[in-house]
């Protein structure tokens, strides 16, 4: 049974950098059991109805700015694999989740970065799938668990986004990781750890400094983490495999859920 995961895909410029993490998702792409397709939720790919993709061949999107030239000239060609957009479609129908098809956007950087590091050679099928930040944390979760059954199909399921993420917060020339940012991911690790999904879903009120951590404008790249949770429901079991911070109090954090 392939595992979910939560990846963190940071700042644009992870895919130009060479560092403690990069070098982590480098190699947790090669220890990884080799996956038939990888289906991606992006906090940078908004929806409010869930989009699941049928695309040919995926456009590389440049969604940022003021980075290094270097960026735009990177190019993550992966092909799609219309019989799993099918298979997908399939499950959402028979789980009561309403989607919409997508047959022409490319890969944002929540996407193309992560997979880049994971699979330089754009040589696995994905399917990209947005999120929708005004659903209730149960609501992701059961999209996540309605997919739980390609797991046992060799199909990798990542949720790219970040735990604690505060554009408004970072601090671009300061590495010392800021408290808030500690506590708030120590509580997430806790109750991750113990599967507890009472508090999870009620993180915003219960968590140290979640108003910090995942302000109420930026929730998007938090709630992937409960995509990726609901694919793995049948074990519940979730392993830190990395935690770092850049920036003052931008996370890094790999989390697996499930076993590989």
């Known amino acids: ?5 939560f990846i963190a895909h940071g700042a644009p410029l992870l895919a130009v950098e060479n560092n403690e993490y990069t070098q982590f998702l480098n190699q947790l792409g090669q220890n990884l059991p080799r996956p038939k397709a990888i289906i991606l939720f992006s906090a940078h790919w908004e929806s409010s109805m869930q989009k699941v993709s049928e695309v040919d061949t995926y456009d590389t999107i440049y969604d940022f700015g003021g980075f290094d030239p270097a960026l735009y000239q990177i190019k993550y060609p992966a092909q799609g694999n219309p019989q799993l957009s099918q298979e997908i479609k399939d499950l959402f129908a028979k789980n009561g989740v ?3 098809v997508e047959s022409k956007r490319g890969l944002d950087h929540g996407a193309w970065v ?4 994971l699979y330089p050679d754009a040589d696995i099928p994905v399917i990209a799938m947005s999120v929708n930040p005004k659903l209730k944390p149960e609501e992701q979760y059961k999209i996540g668990k309605s997919l739980s059954a390609l797991r046992a199909n060799d199909v990798l399921i990542i949720a790219s986004g970040g735990t604690v993420h505060n554009l408004r917060a970072v601090k671009w020339a300061d590495n010392e990781i800021d408290q808030w940012a500690l506590e708030f991911d120590d509580w997430l690790a806790t109750h991750l750890n113990n599967w507890d999904l009472d508090s999870l879903f009620k993180y915003d009120s219960l968590a ?3 108003e910090y951590a995942v302000p109420r404008y930026g929730n998007e790249h938090f709630i992937p983490i409960f995509y990726a ?8 079991k979730a392993t830190l495999l990395h935690r770092s911070f850049r920036y003052g109090n931008l996370s890094h954090s790999v989390w697996q859920f499930g076993d590989k």
């Open 98 to 100: 309403p989607f919409d």
């Open 208 to 210: 140290p400094n979640a």
């Open 114 to 117: 992560v997979l880049r590091l």
């Open 1 to 5: 049974m392939m595992p979910s995961f």
């Open 229 to 236: 949770m609901g694919a793995a429901d049948d074990s519940q």
